[in-house]
Structure formats: C-alpha cells, structure tokens
C-alpha cells in the first residue's frame, strides 16, 4: 500500500487527473446469479455480507458474459478485460480429440496471451496474492499464489500443488491455519471453507494490495441438483459467511480497500444431453478402433456445457466443411435435438468465441453436449445434469454478479446492466492500475 500511495502521488505530479490507488479485494463466487443477491429477500435467501456489498457500493444489474458462458474462458476475462477469441482460454478443458490429456483443464496461465490484472498491478507498485482462481498456474505477477490445479484427486495431488504454488507459501499457511489445504479436485462447501481460512491466513501474514480468491461450491452444487434449489439456497448462505470473513479480515489489513465480488456466469436448469459424438461418428466424421476409442477424426466437436466448437482437422478442406455443416443443420432441424443455432467463422469471431472453430453449435436452455460415453450411447437422452451454462451469453438466467465497494465508490448505485469486459479495466482503474489491451472502458462507480 505504502509502494501505491507513492506510485499515485508521483502519477499525481505529472498527470492532469490522479489515478485512484486503493488495496483491492476481488473475490469469485461461480455461478452466482445476480437476482440471487438483488432480491435474495424474494428468492428466501439470508446474505447479510452480500447484502451489505450491496447497499455499501456500486453493483450491475446483471452482467453480460462471455461466449461460451464457462468458468475457465470467462474468470480470465474478469483477468484481463477482453473475449476468450483475444485472451486465448477458449474452454474449460484443453482440446483433446483422442482423449490422452486425462480430461485436463486450460490450469497453465500461459495460455492467456493478453496482461492480467495481477501483472498489471505488479507494473503499479502492487504486492499481489491469489487463493484458487482458475487459469493460475505460474501466472506472472503474483507474489503469493495458490493456483487451481489437479490430477486425479490421489493424496499425490497435494504435492503438485506444493510444486507449483509460491516456495514455501502452503506449508507456511497451514502452519498458520492449523489444517491441511484443500485438494485442488474438492468442489464441496468444505474445501471453499478451507481456501478462505488461508485466504484470511493470507491476508493477515502478507497484506497482499491485490488478492483473488475463488470460491466452487456454488456452481458445483447448480450442477448436481439445480438452480433455485434448497441445497444450492444453503450452500449460497454457507459462502455468505466466507464472504462475510474475508471482508473482515481485508478491512484490519487494509482500511481502506476496495472490495470487488463477482461471478462467472448465471445457470441454467436443464434435463437433456445432446450426444454430438453419435452423429459424428455415424456420418463417418469420427472413426473408432475396435475399443471405440477414436482412432481418427475429419470433424470433432469440443464440448463447452450449453454449446460446442466444431473442430475440422483440415479446416482449409472445403469438402470437409460443407458436409460437417450439412450434418450440424440435418441435426439442428429437428427440435428434438435442442440446437438453437450453427454459428458459422464470422458469427463466431463477432461473438468473441473460439478463432480455432469452423463452427460452434448453440444449445436451447435445458439441454447440454454430452462428453463422449463410447460407441453405444445415444444421440438424446434425459441427462443426470440438473444445471448448465456455457451457452452463448444474452439469457438474463446466464447473467453473472459484480458488486463493488469501497471509499470512492458511489453507495447503493446501480450501473446497470454492464459488459464483463468492463470489470478487468474497472478493478484496475481502482488499483492506480492499466490494462491498456482492454475491449472496454471502465465502468463510472462515482
Ligand atoms: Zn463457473
């Protein structure tokens, strides 16, 4: 704090307006939906910490995201302020058509190709700390950092994340804590009670001026059994007291933070799973060996929940082309299937969505792509699936959250409904902070 009061003072002798430098904690929770926290009296939900962000500071009505609607692509456009097209994280898992990656996930920060906000804080003067937000791994920029990563979930796992967190940092706050960290795979209530125990551990050791901490268990539960649940109500009013914590425990560090909450997407309730990879496989775009493991593809659909890539193996093969999309359009005409829309190149790169597609499929709320379950599954079926996103964005269901408070910022103003680009350039503008590759301005708090 002490090195960004200086860096604002001397900003402010040579610039006509003084860039604001106040400490910022920014914290996720997935899946949070906004009406979840603006009529959570209605919904029959007690938030009183999300409650009081609320009417302490600024909040969007609803947050316009990303496409596709996914975890890893849209938490690293809060990171940088610009589509997953430009910022490179396309998906939640990497493209794997012959399944040899174990299911991994986009975990290594240097797929992003844009700056992010912790570098840009680096650049202003900033200590900076993050607790589990995705796309973290080696992330430049971060003095104190545990990533997002797993494997398998054997107790292995916690030696990775000893190998790739800050030296020294998790055995440290264990110490401090008392307790084992969480393993990277535990999605449930407990492992994000854990994280914040060491992001309160954290703050309380290091004052980091900038910390990221990233809470699951609300989008884990959205998925097992549903939006608007009583499970998903109670985990929600579980994370509240997480929320309640932190906020604290940055207020006694740092005075006079700035504290952000976001989300990632919305949700929504769905019950049929479109198996893509049956039709693929039956035109002949796919070609199994007797395992019915994929011995080799034309065309390859790259599953994003509520929507799909189309991966063409030549994409410069025209004839490839032409009859991939004749089957997306034989499929997409019969609702039964749950197809909204084919997204041709052009409609993808208007869309932000991923450059490396020939085209991207769009699924009608309720229904998700399937992943592969070998040769024998069907094309349709009822899926154990209870909520999704990844659609492309629009929906008011899969509107994300972004609440903000802080000294110089307006009490109880509602900014309306804002372009998740606009959160990255906003958080950094607060933190005396640039990110000059941003694809929108800052939002007004004032
Ligand atoms: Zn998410």
């Not at 990656?101 to 844009?114: F, L, P, S, T």
């Not at 490839?320 to 039964?336: C, G, H, Q, S, V």
């Not at 992943?371 to 899926?383: E, K």
Request: proline fraction near 7%.
């Amino acid at each position: 704090m002490k090195k960004a009061a200086l860096v604002s003072l001397l900003l402010a002798t040579c610039m006509p307006t003084a860039a604001l430098a106040e400490p910022l904690l920014l914290i996720s929770i997935d899946g949070l939906r906004p009406g979840d926290v603006l009529e959570a009296d209605k919904r029959g939900l007690s938030l009183p910490n999300l409650r009081r962000l609320l009417t302490d500071g600024a909040h969007a009505s609803g947050v316009t995201g990303v496409a596709p609607t996914l975890t890893y692509p849209s938490h690293t456009t809060l990171m940088t302020g610009v589509s997953p097209a430009k910022h490179g994280i396309v998906a939640n898992n990497s493209f794997d058509p012959t399944g040899i990656n174990q299911g991994g996930w986009y975990w290594y920060a240097q797929d992003i190709k844009v700056p992010t906000l912790w570098e840009a804080a680096t650049k202003a003067g900033l200590s900076t700390g993050n607790i589990h937000w995705p796309v973290s791994v080696a992330a430049k920029g971060v003095s104190w950092n545990l990533p997002q990563i797993w494997h398998t979930g054997h107790p292995d796992d916690a030696k990775l994340l000893d190998a790739l967190a800050t030296p020294g940092l998790k055995a440290e706050l264990e110490t401090a804590v008392g307790q084992p960290y969480a393993m990277g795979i535990d999605e449930s209530l407990s492992g994000d009670q854990l994280r914040g125990r060491f992001a309160t551990a954290l703050i309380a050791a290091h004052k980091p001026d900038f910390l990221t901490v990233y809470l699951t268990a609300l989008d884990h539960e959205q998925h097992g059994v549903g939006p608007d649940t009583p499970q998903a109500k109670a985990v929600l009013e579980k994370i509240d007291a997480i929320v309640g914590d932190l906020v604290a425990a940055e207020r006694k560090a740092h005075p006079d933070a700035v504290v952000a909450l976001v989300s990632d997407h919305g949700f929504e309730a769905t019950h049929t799973g479109l198996n893509l990879f049956r039709a693929f496989i039956d035109d002949g775009l796919i070609m199994l060996d007797k395992d019915g493991k994929v011995a080799s593809w034309q065309a390859m659909p790259w599953i994003a929940g509520g929507s799909a890539a189309i991966m063409l193996s030549r994409p410069e093969d025209a004839a490839i082309a032409t009859r991939t999309k004749a089957l997306l359009d034989r499929l997409a005409a019969n609702p039964a299937n749950g197809i909204a829309a084919v997204l041709d190149k052009a409609t993808i790169a208007k869309a932000g969505a991923n450059p490396q597609a020939t085209f991207l499929i769009n699924l009608q709320p309720g229904f998700v792509t399937d992943i592969y379950r070998g040769p024998a599954a069907p094309l349709v079926a009822p899926t154990p699936v209870k909520g999704m996103h990844g659609y492309l964005p629009g929906p008011a269901h899969l509107e994300a959250t972004f609440l903000i408070t802080g000294p110089n910022i307006a009490k109880g103003k509602d900014l309306g409904r804002i372009d998740m680009r606009a959160i990255a350039p906003t958080l950094a503008k607060a933190m005396g902070a640039t990110l000059p590759d941003a694809q929108a301005a800052p939002v007004d708090l004032k």
